[in-house]
């Protein structure tokens, strides 16, 4: 990394471009040093930040060789009580890009340095506002666009789980220092450890990072968007529903079969939770090479998805037509909750539509073309994904590092249990704990190294 902490650092916190108001931040034992030669009361008395200005609203002119700039607000926040843990200083000065450019050219020149994408909350982190986890939540927050991804990330950046992983890592840290301690004293044959209380917590970390594992499917869902790719043969309607369900023209509709050559995807929030619809090529057999291109890419996109909506023209199709077409794609499928639907039944007499089901699913009967029965399918899709009881919950793993780091701490948790079954040495019972320790310190940050830092908080937009 190249960051120097002892320089004081400026950037502007809100997105890039004209508005009514911008707010640029400072943060550094220089802060006050900088930003007080050029600001001015009302009747161009100069004024002085201090520590005794936290708190307050500082209305206040900022000028530069007798020209005023902009009449901002400065809220001022000493060390340790603000969000780096250093003096820092925002300021809110009016959106103008010219404004905003002229105000940071001004404290630049006075000595402040551009901040580096991430640098605010990684000088949180390392003065201990809060653990890596939470530092990584920040992020998530800023980019969550649903309810749900928005919830999931504030319970992480309030503490989540890496409270409950630090406190159980620092009684293994306890037992391995015990073991170690044995170790010394081979020759001797003492025992330090308490067999039956290390098991105790083996299975009491084991179990909770299998909980935390399996949390990890649904959190990155919530995180990322719900995957639902809608498949079936050509002219079902594929298109017809994507444009239904996004309420635009998305897709382009046509009465020729195999108009999509390519999957076409666009995003929906349904209740809160954001779903990922990919609109594919028809499946049929082709001689046409572009279009089989096409068909490939949707088999690729099906064993992405969470969820598959089978889509087909209950016109063309008898219920045995349809199983045989199902028991097809099985193969291509079966790690995903299916939906099927059978479309244009405004071209269907009332008395034949039936409510039957195939393979164990309800099909849900709509035409997409006229929009009948579109809220029915996004109930439908809604309720397959029952997130409210883990959203409730602190123990949901949404970033994927997290689960790498877990799932390693895990698989040497396990050796370290079976090992005891096995009555193995120390010395190799104590091995697996140390790199399980390091596993479990790599999520809130205790054990890191500039590289993991760096490939973290690069991602993270500046200003934050």
Partial sequence: MNYNFKDTIIALSTAKGAGAIALMRLSGNKAFQIVSPFIFSKKLKPIQLSASHAGKHVFALICEHNTVIDEVLI???????????EDCIEISCHGSMYIQQKLLQIFLGAGARMAQAGEFTLRAFL?????????????????????????????????????????????????????????????EDVEFANRSQLIEL?????LLIQKLLKSFDVGNVIKNGVPVVIIGKPNSGKSTLLNALLEE????????PGTTRDTIEDELNING?????????????????????????????????????????VNQLSIDELSNELNQLHEHTQHAKLIVVANKIDRLNSEKIAYQKVAENDIVFISAKNQLHIENLKDKLFQLFEFNQLEMADTVVTNARHAHALKLAFENLNQVRNGIDLNLSGELLAQSI????????????????NDLLANIFSKFCIGK
């Fill in 434 to 449: 140390r790199e399980a320790i390091q596993e479990l310190g790599q999520i809130t940050g205790e054990v890191s190294s």
């Fill in 273 to 313: 939770l954001l779903f990922r619809f990919i609109d594919t090529a028809g499946l049929r057999n082709t001689n046409d090479q572009i279009e089989q291109i096409g068909i490939n890419r949707s088999f690729e996109s099906i064993k992405k998805a969470a969820a598959v909506i089978y889509l087909y023209d």
């Fill in 75 to 85: 809220n001022v926040f000493v060390a340790p009580k603000s969000y780096t843990g």
């Fill in 202 to 206: 083996l299975d009491k970390l084991i």
């Fill in 127 to 187: 003065n201990q506002k809060f653990d890596l986890s939470q530092a990584e939540a920040v992020s998530d927050l800023i980019a969550s666009d649903s309810e749900a991804s928005h919830r999931m990330a504030m319970q992480q950046m309030r503490g989540g789980y890496g409270l409950k992983i630090k406190l159980l890592r620092d009684e293994l840290i306890n037992f391995a220092s015990l073991i170690e301690l044995e170790l010394d004293f081979a020759e």
């Fill in 249 to 256: 023209e998305r897709a382009i509709v046509s009465e020729i």
